[in-house]
């Protein structure tokens, strides 16, 4: 029986990915690198952003100043401050779902936050706000879910993971928990999940028959 729900946040709770790739491709333009934020947001979609960062290095042959992270979230933050949307039906979602809810993300916990508040859904999920920079482990690991299990008080299997990524959905495969892959423009078709909807309402119902299946 499906007790608590685990949620990725960007590009599944919020529209944030586009967003994020854009303050990238703007920061790699003063390094020479031109690729557009829709190249950046295909090729690297959920990835661990050093991981990123290394492969273009070694790609482009450059280094990096020590604090491009922290120039490219400022510049992220003022993006998703002015134009960060939820994706169509999440809030509605969130409302009719009255099981325990969580976030957990590859992404730094004051951008997490900064997102959830953005778009006024931070008051859905109380403390459990999960960053996989709080373990120092990123998906595809599965602690992230497994760590924001334990804090909800529920077992793996007791929880149902919402992703967009292949490497959160690879995460929750590795945590035992049932996955829900959210994939509204139909990037993955061929991908082996235990679910997939293309519009958030549509985990209402399902979440109402996996809730009470004993």
């Given at each position: 029986?499906?007790k608590?729900l685990i949620?990725d ?17 703007q ?6 690198i ?5 190249v ?15 492969i ?43 099981l325990?809810?969580s ?7 004051k951008?997490?936050?900064?997102s ?35 804090k909800?008080?529920y077992?793996?299997?007791?929880c ?22 959210f ?5 993955h ?17 399902l ?6 299946k004993?």
């Amino acid at each position: 029986m499906i007790k608590a729900l685990i949620f990725d946040c960007d590009g599944t709770l919020v529209d944030s990915e586009y967003l994020a790739n854009v303050a990238l491709e703007q920061e790699l333009l003063k390094y020479g690198i031109e690729l557009s934020a829709q190249v950046l947001l295909k090729r690297f979609c959920g990835g661990q952003f050093s991981q990123v960062l290394e492969i273009l290095a070694q790609e482009y042959q450059v280094t990096f100043a020590e604090n491009f992270a922290e120039i490219f979230r400022e510049n992220l933050a003022v993006l998703l401050a002015s134009q960060l949307t939820t994706f169509e039906g999440v809030r509605e979602t969130l409302e009719a779902i009255a099981l325990a809810k969580s976030v957990a993300s590859n992404s730094p916990l004051k951008q997490l936050k900064l997102s959830l508040q953005a778009t006024d859904i931070a008051c859905f999920f109380d403390q459990h706000i999960y960053s996989a920079y709080q373990i120092n482990s990123w998906k595809p690991d599965p602690q992230l879910f497994l760590h924001a299990a334990q804090k909800m008080g529920y077992r793996p299997q007791e929880c149902l993971v919402i992703e967009d990524s292949l490497v959160g959905v690879a995460a929750a495969k590795a945590a035992t928990m049932p996955v829900v892959l959210f994939d509204p423009e139909n990037k993955h078709p061929h991908l082996d999940v235990d679910y997939r909807i293309s519009h958030m309402s549509a985990l209402v119902n399902l979440v109402t028959s996996l809730s009470s299946k004993t």
